[in-house]
């Protein structure tokens, strides 16, 4: 159990090693997206669910649920997220079913995936727009023609 404590203390993205949201593990990197000032104070946390919001808790138990009874890794997930402090990130989640001091566990790793959304909206409005006068462009109008067809909204 050393060897992975070590990889994951040293690991830049957040990671945290729970079993029904009761914290077993956070590095430090979880802490700082938590807004929460050490892993310790994750581990003094009774459950991790204060970290989100109430209206996400019943997804989140079934996620867990699902992940743990069948063993297999959760697929990712993009979320938004609100840290202790109000500060807003966009996060991809995974959960991974593992044996922690002899019971499964949960072991959710983050990615913290803002800067990289928010440059793929940027380089979606630009292609869409005419560099000169900053218009929607042809292009913009066939895609938003043809999703409207699609969607029958047309």
Known sequence: MGTFRQILDAHPNPCVVHINFVPKYANDAFAVFSGIETAEDVLNLETIKVLFKKSHWAEADQRYHNVIELGIP???????????????MIAEITDNVIDWEGQKALCTFISVVTDRIQREKQLINLAARDELTGLFNRRYFIETYNTLIKSGSI
């Open 74 to 88: 959760s697929p990712r997930q993009t979320i938004n997220h609100t840290d202790m402090n109000g500060n807003p």
